[in-house]
Structures are given as structure tokens and as C-alpha cells.
């Protein structure tokens, strides 16, 4: 045996023990992964990490507030793990956290379960605490660049919306371009879909309404044509692919002009940015965008000079000071719908120790495949 699997061995049966002793109530409840810093659960049922608190609150009908148990368990006979459980009248809660062996630092998996507990459906709202300058996306949640959550599928339905936003992975990248000439301060900002994410718009309209779409793009990367073509969706124009420099140069803004419309009735007008299939960069970018009356959208020249954007019926600075997501901060709210005698559960991927939450677009780390990688580190730990 090496030193240095003699040193982890030791450091795990450290922890252990000190799981063990952790279980009296009151007390928070450590966990970790072999090799890897150790979290905690607090009195309050709170998972504590270097970014925030995170805690779940829970109402609805008939949900009452009740006293919280925190308790080190461990999952599937092996994995250590902190767990809150609650009785709250028409349901109880558990909350159950462990450490999974995520590259560099792990990864904290926590699962929020509720049960109906007095044999009738029970209609609930699930919240999830973080902190008010958290960045709401799609399916995670951001502190700057640092991606400090990765959601749950369930946040594809259900999920408080603001008028419009963003609703991807993107990045925010403000003072990116170097835009030349005159022309709206938008073009000097971005959002990036890093690693090939799509850039997702959505705008409350009036059902089957049209409106002029403008698109700004200002390429400061790239200095020869063919690196980054973008495919652009406008709900209800046809489909454009755009290579900002061979349209307009580097350093040179443009604009692209669709005639969109609520083509599905859903009062909701799309617009999504992604790479074209083969793209040598997979990073689409956008810089601004426009509404206009569909009868009334002024020459490119003027959109791209700035002259045009108080006539604008919506204008947002991509990846700028007067950006949104969709979603609004702080607060992740989950309604469930839960049978007589039923349960349903939500599982949150959790940044932990300076390290971020996975991409959910990568695919790789699914709450099931965290859950059999904890559980073959510590069988392969328990045969050494």
C-alpha cells in the first residue's frame, strides 16, 4: 500500500467516525467522498456551501411548519449522507444530501422528496433558497461565472417566468467586442453559449401578434471568414445561418432583420442563437436585440448606429446592464401535484468547495450515474 492511499484510508475512517458522532439532534451532519473536503448539513436542514446556504421551504394546503430531525444515514448501505426530515402536516419532507466523485472536487447531490401523509392528494409548492444574485437559468443557476446549481428536468415546466429573458446556459460577457464606428453601445456586450449552448430568447406578445425581429452581432474574436457561422431561429421567420465576418467584417457590427411572429398562439415570440452543424467554433454569440412594429423597422444602418432604438418596442442589451433572465432571482419554485399516498422527488446538483455544479447539456454525470459512481468508490474503498 502507498503512503498516499494509506493517508486517504485513515482520512475516510476519520470521517466516519465523526459521521457517527454527528447524529445527535441538534447537531449538523458532515458528509464527504473519499479524498475529497467534507460538507455539512446544519440543525435547520440546510446544505452548507462556500457559496451560499441552501435551504428548501415548503407550503401549500394544508402544510404546516414542524420541528426538523438532521441525521447522518447512508445510502444504499455505504454512502455516508446527512438527511432532514420533517412532518408538515398533509406531507412530510426529506432532504437528503451526499457527496458523489465528480472531477476535481465532487459534487453534492441533494434530493428533496415529499410524501403525502394523510391519504388524500396534496397540491405543494417546493422552494429552493439561493442567494438574490444568483443568475436563474433554464436548468442551472450561476453566481457570475461559476455555475453553483444544475436543476432538475421539472424546472422545464411549472417555473415562474418574468415577461421576457433568457433562457439558457449562456455566458454574460460585458465589454467582450470591440466594436469600430458609430453604433449602439450593445455591440461592446455578449452572451456566449460556451461549449456549443444555445443563446434562447423568449418575449410575451399578444397571441399570433408579428413584430420586426433585428439581430446584433459584432465578431471581435475571429479575423478570417468560415470560423463561427450561427444558425438564428426567429419563431415565424425563416430560418437565417450568419458568419458575422464575412457578412461585415471583424470588429464591424450588423444586424439581421426577421419578420417574427407568435406562430404557435402561445402568446410567446422564440429566439435562439446556436452553432451551424461542423462549426470550427461551437460558441455562438449575440450582441443586442430589437423589436419594432412589423410595419415600421427601420433601415439596418440606423438600428446598427443606435439612431433607431428609441423607437424600439423592447431593446435589451445582451449580456449588459439591462439583460434579465426569465426566470427571476432568488428563489427556484417547484408546484407538485401529489397523489393519495404518493411522492414526488427533486434532485438539485450542488457546487461544492470552489468547484461548479456539471452542464446539464453534457450528459455525462445524471443524478443516477453520481449515485452508482458513489457507490463504487466506496465498495472499491471498503475491499482495500
Known amino acids: 500500500m502507498t503512503r498516499s492511499s494509506l493517508f486517504i484510508r485513515v482520512l475516510a475512517a476519520g470521517w466516519a467516525a465523526a459521521l457517527a458522532g454527528a447524529a445527535a439532534a441538534g447537531e449538523p451532519v458532515s458528509f464527504h467522498s473519499p479524498g475529497f473536503p467534507a460538507s455539512q448539513m446544519d440543525a435547520q436542514g440546510r446544505l452548507l456551501e462556500d457559496w451560499a446556504a441552501v435551504g428548501v421551504k415548503l407550503s401549500g394546503e394544508g402544510v404546516v411548519d414542524g420541528p426538523v430531525e438532521v441525521k447522518a444515514v447512508k445510502l444504499d448501505g455505504i454512502v455516508p449522507a446527512a438527511q432532514a426530515v420533517s412532518a408538515r402536516g398533509a406531507v412530510r ?67 415562474i417566468e418574468r415577461s421576457w429573458g433568457y433562457c439558457d446556459e449562456a455566458t454574460s460577457m460585458p465589454g467582450w467586442a470591440r466594436p469600430e464606428g458609430k453604433c449602439d453601445p450593445a455591440f461592446r456586450n455578449i452572451r456566449a453559449g460556451m461549449g456549443g449552448v444555445p443563446i434562447r430568447y423568449r418575449f410575451a406578445v399578444k397571441p399570433k401578434s408579428a413584430a420586426g425581429v433585428a439581430l446584433g452581432f459584432c465578431e471581435s474574436h475571429w479575423d478570417r471568414r468560415g470560423q463561427r457561422p450561427m444558425l ?53 454569440i449575440l450582441n443586442a436585440i430589437w423589436f419594432f412594429p412589423p410595419n415600421k423597422v427601420p433601415e439596418p444602418a440606423k438600428i446598427v448606429s443606435g439612431e433607431a432604438t ?16 426569465l426566470y427571476p432571482p432568488g428563489k427556484l419554485e417547484y408546484r407538485l401535484a401529489i397523489p393519495a399516498g404518493g411522492a414526488k422527488e427533486l434532485t438539485f446538483l450542488v457546487a461544492c468547495h470552489g468547484d461548479s455544479a456539471p452542464m446539464p447539456q453534457a450528459g455525462t454525470w445524471t443524478p443516477d450515474a453520481l449515485r452508482r459512481a458513489a457507490v463504487a468508490v466506496w465498495r472499491d474503498w471498503a475491499d482495500k
Do not use: M
Open 310 to 325: 428609441a423607437s424600439a418596442t423592447r431593446y435589451v442589451d445582451v449580456g449588459g446592464q439591462n439583460d434579465q433572465s
Open 93 to 159: 419532507l426529506f432532504c437528503t444530501a451526499y457527496r458523489a466523485p465528480a472531477f476535481p472536487s465532487g459534487v453534492d447531490v441533494l434530493s428533496v422528496r415529499v410524501e403525502e401523509a394523510q391519504g388524500k392528494a396534496a397540491n405543494v409548492t417546493v422552494a429552493l433558497e439561493v442567494p438574490p444574485a444568483a443568475q436563474v437559468g433554464q436548468r442551472t443557476v450561476k453566481l457570475g461565472p461559476r455555475t453553483v446549481l444544475t436543476l432538475p428536468t421539472e424546472t422545464l415546466e411549472g417555473q
Open 232 to 284: 438564428c431561429l426567429v419563431e415565424g421567420a425563416p430560418a437565417e445561418v450568419i458568419d458575422p465576418i464575412a457578412r461585415w467584417g471583424r470588429h464591424k457590427p450588423g444586424v439581421l432583420v426577421f419578420r417574427a411572429r407568435d406562430q404557435n398562439g402561445d402568446g410567446k415570440i422564440e429566439i435562439t442563437v446556436r452553432p451551424t452543424a461542423g462549426a470550427p467554433d461551437r460558441n455562438p
